[in-house]
């Protein structure tokens, strides 16, 4: 077991709705990425945090923030979610960095109706 | 900016074939990284590759970096049906970020 789980796995929310995706890594690991992955945009980096309360902007981070006050949580919250927002969430964990690769989790399926 | 570009897009195999995709770029990268995806899970890392002109393997599966810097192939010997999925190529980009291919779909002929 990769030591990193999402929850919740779905979740349906109607827009205008804020929700909160969580990321826990049991690998004491520095580094850790939120993606979303969207069929003809492949994965997007959203926000990615390198040590506790340190975290920066991705590529598609209009929309979402990020918190991590503990090395082993990394929560993803959608102020105001909207159908634009409907996709699947990854997160991810790195000892090193981003140059030697990441451990995936399994993904939350978030639909916005 | 920096674009990661594979092919071919999807492939369709028989047992026991041999495959063969590959990752492209204008720009050089030091890195590159080789995911398997399946259905409903995260990518999984399955090659890492840090030097120019190095192959690695890991079981059925081989990878090099291309001399130029430019360039990756992920070679599959012998096909096995848990083989399919999508597998993407990935190389690091400036700000702790991750380049990734599109991916190259693997699905098994009927």
């Known amino acids: 077991d990769a030591g990193i789980t999402q929850s919740p796995r779905h979740k349906v929310t109607e827009t205008g709705t804020p929700v909160t995706l969580r990321c826990h890594q049991t690998?004491?690991?520095?580094?850790m990425y939120w993606y979303r992955q969207d069929p003809g945009h492949g994965l997007r980096l959203i926000h990615y945090?390198?040590?506790?309360?340190?975290?920066d902007k991705g590529e598609v981070s209009d929309g979402y923030s990020v918190s991590r006050s503990k090395t082993e949580d990394f929560l993803l919250t959608l102020e105001s979610a909207t159908s634009s927002q409907t996709s699947v969430y990854f997160c991810?964990?790195?000892?090193?960095?981003?140059?030697?690769?990441?451990?995936f989790g399994s993904g939350t399926r978030l639909t916005v109706v | 900016g920096q674009q990661l570009n594979q092919s071919p897009q999807s492939m369709f195999i028989q047992e026991g074939e041999d495959v063969s995709m590959n990752c492209t770029s204008s720009?050089?990268?030091?890195?590159w990284l080789w995911y398997k995806q399946d259905p409903g899970e995260g990518p999984v890392l399955l090659i890492a590759?840090?030097?120019a002109g190095e192959l690695t393997s890991n079981g059925r599966l081989t990878a090099q970096f291309g001399i130029t810097r430019k360039d990756s192939f992920l070679n599959i010997s012998a096909s096995i049906p848990s083989d399919v999925g999508i597998y993407f190529c990935?190389?690091?980009?400036?700000?702790?970020?991750?380049?990734w291919g599109a991916g190259t779909k693997l699905i098994i002929k009927p």
């Open positions: 590759l840090y030097k």
């Open positions: 720009s050089i990268f030091n890195t």
């Open positions: 690998e004491n690991h520095r580094y």
């Open positions: 991810a964990i790195s000892e090193r960095g981003h140059n030697y690769g990441y451990t």
């Open positions: 990935a190389g690091p980009g400036s700000n702790y970020q991750l380049i």
């Open positions: 945090s390198y040590g506790v309360k340190d975290t």
